[in-house]
C-alpha cells in the first residue's frame, strides 16, 4: 500500500500513455507527430541497448531461467481457473506465459516471428458463417469479425515490416505468388525489406520433407535482421550473428527488432516526448458522468500516489494487464459468464500449441547457432487453406521448425526412454545434445463463452487492487485440431526417419495444465468489434463507453489467429493513431455510434 | 575460419575490459569480478552460506547421486554444483523475490494450477532435507549421506515417484515430488549455468555436450550444414575451455 495517501497532482499533459513497449512507442511517435505533449508511464525500470551489450544477455539463468526480462508476479501475478466452479490459485511464479517488464516490454524479449493476419482471420465469423452447415459451430463458441479489414490493415503491416527490417520471403505480392514464399499469405503491396535469415540444417530437413509431402515451406517471416537496416526513423540495425541467446534476451547485436533497436532512441529526441520509469499505473480516472477520463492515477518509485491529467489516455501494457486496468478504473462494463453479458474481460483466448523433438544418431545440428526466428514454416493447415469441417473442427495451425536456443538448461531433450537423472540421464543428454531437431504447431484457440478474464475475488497485489482471473479450458474443437496437426507432423516424421521422437500434444480430457510453458500469446478481453454488446472496444481500439481512453494490444483480438500476434498489434497500433490523428483530433468523441 | 579472428578480438578486448573496470553489473545482481585465471574454490574447502553441516552433507550425497562422475564426463560435485546451490539459496531466487507470495495458501487444489507452497525456496529445502533426514533415521537409522550409493538411490526414486509419506514425516504440505523437482531443477542449473554462478566448473558440463558458451557469434556457421563446430566454450569471466 503506498504509504502516502496525499495525491500529487503533475501538470496536465496532451496524452499519457501507459506502458513503453511496442505500442506505447508506436503511439509516442504517432501522437508528438501531430503536435500532442505526450508522456509516458511505464511500470518497469528504463532499460537501453547499453543493458543488453556482450557478454551480458549470454547468460541462461539469468535470463532464461530466472526470468530477469519478465514481469514480477511479486508485483502483479495472474490467478487462473479452468471453470467457473474451481477457486483460481495465482501463478505464483511465471510458467505458462511471459509478459515483459520495463521500457520496451515484451518487445525486448520476443522471439522475433513478425506475421501479418490473413484476410480470413481478421474475419472469420463470416467465412465459417459462408463456408461451414449451420449449427457446425459449437452454441458456446463466440467466435467473431474484427470489425477491420486486411486491406485496411495492409498498410500499416507494410509500414512496421520497415520499421522492423523484416527478412523473409514474400509468397503473394499483390496477387502474384512467388515460388518458396508462403502461398497462403495475404496480398502484400511489397516484398519483405530484407531477404530471409540464411538457415540451419533442421530448416533444410524440414524443407525437403514438406516439399516431398506436396506442401509449402518457406522461412519464418523475422524480425532478427538479415542484413544491415536504416529504418524509416532512422534507427539501424546490423545483421544477426545468431548468437543464440535470443527468445526471453535483449539482443546484443542491434539485430532483433525491439523499441529500443527501432524506434525509441529517436523518440526521445523529441522535445514533446517524456516518460517516466517506476511509475504504475492503478487507475484511469473518469469525470463524474463517467463518459470522460481526466487523466490516470500512479505510484511512483518512492510510492507516492500521483495524478496525471492528461486529454487523452492511451493504454498500452500488456494484453492481460490493459483489460485489469480496464476493470479496476470501471470502463465498460464486466463480462457476465452466465448472464453473457457484458464485454469487458469478454473472448479470452490462447494459443494451441504442439510439438515433436526428433532424435537422431548421426547428424550434427549445431544447435547453439541459433536465432529466435531461424526457421522454416509450412501454411498449408491454415484455418482457409484445407476443408477443416471435413476434420470436424474450424480453425488451423502453421507447422514449423525453428533452432532457437542451444542454451543447455533448458535445451537438452532426451529420448522417452532415458533415465531422467542419475548415470544414464548425462550419457542421455550427451549423446542426443546437438543431434536432434525440434518441430512444432502454433494453431488456432477459438472464443468460448466460458473462457473470460475478471477480478479475482481472493487475492490482491501489493496495492490492494485485485489480482487479474483467468477462466480458461480447452475445448473439443481445439483439440480436434491438434490432433489433426499431430497427425500432419507423424507424416514429416516418417519422411525424416530419425532414430526415436518425442511428441506433446494435447488431447481430448486434458485441461489447461499451467505448469508448462505454451505461448505468451494471451488475446482478448477488451475486443475490437463494430457493436458496443460484443466488443469494448470499437474498430478504432477507442473505447465505447470513455471516448478519449484508446486501447492498444492483442486484448482486441476476439479470438486467436494461427499467426504470431506482434504484426497485427502493431498494425492495429497504426491503424488506431491514423484515425485519432485524422479524425479524433479534430472533432473528439465518439468515432463510431453505438 | 573466418569467424575465429573476431572471437580472438571480442575475447581479448572483453579480458582487458574485465581489467579496467573492476566490476561489471550483470542483470542478475552478479558482479563479473572474476578473472579469467582466477580459480574456482575447492568443493572440500567452500563454507556454505545457507547450509548448515548436516543439510551440506545431504546436498553433496544427493548431488553426487543424480549426476554421477563417471566416464561420460564430471559428476555435480566435480563441477562444484552443491556451492551453486548454496549461493542461489542465499541470494534473490532463494527468497522468492520475484514470486507472489501473498495468502491465501490453498495447497489442495488441482496440481496443474502450479506451485502454492508457503514457502520460498529456502523454506522448501530446509523442510525438504529435514523430512528425508528423518525417513532415513526412521528406516535405516542412519543419515542420508551415510547410506550405500544403492539405497540413496532407491530414496532418491521415490521422492521422485512422490511415494515418500511426507505428511507422515510432519513435512506437510511439502511433498516429495515437489522437494525432488526443485533439488533435480536446481542441480541442473548448476551443471549448466556459466560458471560465474558457482557451479559449472571449468565449464566441464559444456564441454562434455558440445554447448558453446558465451561465444555468441556464429553467422559463418548457419550454412555449414552437419559440420561439426571445432572450438570449446568461453564464459562469461572470459575462460576458455
Redesign the interface.
Known sequence: MASNSTVIRKEPVDAVIVGLGWTGSIMGMELTDAGLNVLALERGNDRTNA?FT??????????G?????MQ???QA?IT???NLN????????L?SFLPGDGVGGAGVHWTGVLYRATPVELKLKSFADEHFDKGFLPDDMTIQDYGVSYEELEPHYDFFEKVCGISGQAGNINGQLIEGGNPFEGPRANPYPLPP?????NN?LFAQATKNLGWHPYPYPSANVSQAWKNPYGMQLG???????CSKYGC?NYSKSSPQTCILDALKRRENFAYRTNCEVTRVELDSDGKKATGVTYIDGDGNRVFQPAELVIVASYALNNVRLLLLSGIGKPYDPVANTGVVGRNYSYQMTGSIDMFFDD??F?P???AGA?GQVIDDFSPDTFDSARHGFIGGSYIYTAQGS????SN?PTPGDAP????G???A??DN??HSMSMGTTGTNMAYRDCYLSLDP???DPNGDPLLRMTLDWHDNDIRMTRFMRERMLEIVRELNPRSHVEGFKNFGD?????HYQSTHNVGGAIMGTDPSTSALNRYLQSWDVHNVFVMGANAFPQNMQHNPTGTVAALTYWSAKAIREQYLKNPGPLMSA | MSSMPDDEQRRDFMRRSLTLIPAVSLGSGVTLTASAAEEPPALADYQPSFFNTDEWQFILAACDQLIPSDEHGPGALETNVPIFIDKELYGPFGHADRWYMQGPFITDGDPELGYQLPYTPRELYRHGIAAVERYCQQEHDKAFSALDAATRDDILGRLEQDKIDFAALDAAPLTAGVFFSFLWQNIREGYFADPIYGGNKHMGAWKMIGFTGARANFREWVEQHNVPYPLGPVSLSGERG
Open positions: 543493458d556482450y557478454p551480458k544477455p549470454a547468460d541462461e539463468l539469468a535470463y531461467v530466472r526470468m530477469e526480462m514480477r508476479p511479486s501475478a487462473i481457473r479452468r474451481e477457486t483460481a490459485l495465482p501463478n505464483r511464479y510458467t535469415l540464411p538457415g540451419t540444417y533444410a545483421p544477426c550473428n545468431f548468437c543464440g541467446f546484443l547428424i550434427e549445431n547453439f547457432v541459433a531461424n542451444g542454451a543447455p538448461i537438452t531422467k537423472w542419475g548415470s540421464w548425462k550419457k543428454v550427451k545434445y546437438g481472493n487475492y490482491r485441461h489447461y495444465d499451467t505448469r
